[in-house]
């Protein structure tokens, strides 16, 4: 089935959108409404969860997710045959799923992010154990702020084929899995590093194109991981950094991190985290000067 006017269910993501359940009553319309953390240790926070929604013909709701790319961000359209509470018991294996290094946790699978990089791992054997009762799902594809050239192209993930034997490690989280749950998070991170640059200063993208704005994060990201940061924190004044003082501040022998370790040597053998927050102090003092300076 490839028309995503034929689905009969509605995934969504409490988080993204908090206020789902009550809105979907208000609507008046006979919904079949099941929050997937209704019955497991997470219950308090259903409406956080994941919210399964199956759909009468005669709803809008399909029709709206089509038109509607604000929308498209926190749900997915699916197609079944089987009943909700069919589906539902097959999701909730996918809540908190144990993966091949024996850890466990929260998967958001309803965030559409994060499926469209999770379904993607699964080759077509795997993905008919994921999908077992869904037949076709349709999740908006990921596209970054600045590449945004109009309306997001969707992705389809159909059922190869049916199954009636599901191997008891169907959801099993393995090295791909595990892979691309970390690109998803990457992709997290590039959309909120782009904008909180972008709102310090809106002029720090405006000579770059799509491509050279995209090489550019990866540079920063790679960069800063290389030199031994691991917080968000830390990669972000990495970044901020990289803006005020050019991506190679911390090789470049005229630059001011130069001058800062002349002044106190013992910085250099600081750890990568506790040194950029450091910099940070005398960079923000460097410009607090400067603007001192030309006020």
Same mark, same amino acid.
């Given at each position: ?23 979907l009553y ?6 079949? *409404?099941?929050? $997937?953390?209704?019955?497991? &240790? @997470?219950?308090e926070?259903?409406? +956080? ?5 199956k759909?009468?013909?005669s ?7 089509q ?11 699916l197609?079944?045959?089987?009943s909700?509470?069919?589906v ?6 996918f809540i908190?799923p144990p ?12 965030d ?12 077509p ?6 999908l ?9 594809t990921?596209?970054h702020?600045?590449?945004s050239t109009?309306?997001?192209p ?10 009636d ?12 899995? *595990?892979?691309v $749950?970390?690109?998803?998070? &990457? @992709?997290?991170?590039?959309?909120? +590093?782009?904008?909180?640059l972008?709102?310090?200063d ?5 000579l ?9 994060l ?8 290389a030199?031994?940061l ?5 990669l ?5 950094t990289c ?12 630059s ?8 106190a040597?013992?910085n ?19 410009l ?8």
């Open positions: 089935m490839s028309n995503v006017s034929q689905a009969n269910f509605l995934l969504i993501d409490g988080v993204l959108r908090p206020d789902a359940i009550a809105h208000q609507r008046g319309e006979p919904l079949e *409404i099941e929050p $997937l953390y209704i019955g497991t &240790r @997470w219950k926070l259903h409406d +956080l969860g994941p919210i399964l929604v759909l009468p013909s709803s809008p709701l399909v029709s709206e997710w038109q509607n790319q604000l929308v498209q961000s926190d749900s997915c359209p197609f079944s045959r089987a909700l509470s069919t539902a018991d097959h999701l909730r294996h908190c993966d091949l290094n024996g850890n466990a946790g929260l998967l958001r699978f309803a559409p992010l994060v499926t469209h990089y999770w379904l993607t791992s699964y080759g054997e795997q993905l008919c154990q994921v077992a009762p869904i037949e076709t799902l349709w999740v908006k990921p596209i702020t600045w590449q109009g309306d997001a969707i992705t389809q993930f159909s059922r190869p084929h049916s199954t034997v599901r191997d008891k490690n169907f959801a099993l989280l393995g090295e791909n899995q *595990i892979s $749950l970390e690109l998803a998070y &990457r @992709w997290q991170f590039k959309e909120r +590093l782009y904008a909180w972008n709102t310090r809106p002029q720090t993208f405006s770059l194109n799509s491509d050279q704005t995209e090489r550019w990866e540079h920063v990201l790679d960069s800063g991981s030199w031994g691991v917080s968000e924190r830390g972000v004044t990495w970044a901020e803006v005020d003082w050019g991506r190679d501040f911390a090789t470049r022998p005229d001011p991190y130069q001058d800062w370790l002349s002044q040597p013992e250099g053998s600081l750890a990568p985290e506790l040194r950029i927050e450091a910099l940070d102090d005398y960079r923000q003092l460097a607090e000067a400067k603007d001192t300076a030309n006020g």
